[in-house]
C-alpha cells in the first residue's frame, strides 16, 4: 500500500495563478483531511470530507476549494493565488469516525510570489 | 485563540535520558488526545493517543499522561534515542465533529549524543 500520496511535491506559482493539489488514498478510508502547516504554527485545517461527494469547512477555507468525486481522491484548488497561501500542505485520511488516528500524506510545497 | 498549547518551541536532552513534551489545552470537549512525531520534508505520524476517560497511556518507551483537571498532557520518551530527534506535534479531537484534530504548535526535540 502506498498509503496517502500527494501531487505534486513542490510548486511555485504567481500571484493570481490557479493549481490543484491530489491527494490520494489507498487504505479505503472514509475521511479525508487538507491541512496547511506555517512557519511557528500547528496544522489548520482548511477542509475535510466525511465521504464521496461531500466536503465541508474547516478553520481557515478562504481562498480554497475542494472536491471528493471518488473515494480516494480529494482535491485541493487555488482560483486565484496569493503570496499569503504561501504553505506546506498536508492530506489527512482516517478510517470512519470511530476511527481517532489520520494518516498524513508528505506534504506539498508551495510558494506564491 | 490557541485551543491547542506547546508552550516549549525546542527541548534538548541527552540520549538515554528521559524526554518530557508538555501540552496544554482549553477545550473541554476534546475526548482524545494524540501526539504526532514530523521529521523535515515528511508528513506528521502517528506516534500514540489517549482517550480522555484515561490518565495514562504507554507504548514501548513512550507514555502519554492526562491531568484533565489542570488540561495538561505530557509525553515521555524513555530512553531517548538520537532517532527521536523531530517536531512533536500535540493533537486533541474534538467530539462529534467528524473527528476534527486541532493541533499545538510543535515542540523540536533533539536528543544529543
Known amino acids: 500500500n502506498a498509503g496517502v500520496t500527494q501531487t505534486p511535491k513542490f510548486r511555485v506559482l504567481k500571484t493570481g495563478q490557479s493549481m490543484t493539489l491530489l491527494c490520494a488514498q489507498d487504505?479505503?478510508?472514509?475521511?479525508m483531511y487538507w491541512y496547511r502547516q506555517d512557519p511557528g504554527m500547528g496544522l489548520r485545517l482548511i477542509h475535510y470530507s466525511v465521504g464521496e461527494g461531500t466536503t465541508a469547512k474547516g478553520e481557515v477555507p478562504d481562498g480554497y476549494n475542494v472536491s471528493r468525486l471518488k473515494k480516494q481522491n480529494f482535491l485541493l484548488g487555488l482560483e486565484s493565488a496569493a503570496p499569503s497561501q504561501t504553505s506546506v500542505y498536508f492530506c489527512?485520511?482516517?478510517?470512519?469516525?470511530?476511527?481517532?488516528?489520520?494518516?498524513f500524506g508528505p506534504g506539498t510545497r508551495l510558494t506564491v510570489l | 485563540d490557541q485551543q491547542v498549547k506547546q508552550n516549549s518551541p525546542s527541548l534538548s536532552v541527552q540520549e538515554g535520558r528521559i524526554s518530557i513534551l508538555n501540552c496544554d489545552y482549553t477545550n473541554s470537549m476534546f475526548d482524545y488526545f494524540l501526539w504526532y512525531k514530523k521529521y523535515p520534508a515528511e508528513g506528521p505520524t502517528f506516534l500514540i493517543s489517549?482517550?480522555?476517560?484515561?490518565d495514562k497511556n504507554e507504548d514501548g518507551r513512550f507514555t502519554v499522561f492526562l491531568n484533565k483537571s489542570a488540561k495538561h498532557l505530557s509525553l515521555h520518551i524513555v530512553p531517548s534515542q538520537p532517532g527521536d530527534s523531530a517536531v512533536y506535534f500535540c493533537a486533541a479531537r474534538s467530539s462529534g465533529t467528524a473527528s476534527k484534530l486541532t493541533f499545538g504548535t510543535g515542540t523540536r526535540l533533539q536528543v544529543t549524543l
Open positions: 487504505m479505503n478510508h472514509e475521511y
Open positions: 489527512a485520511s482516517m478510517l470512519t469516525s470511530g476511527s481517532h488516528e489520520q494518516f
Open positions: 489517549i482517550s480522555s476517560i484515561k
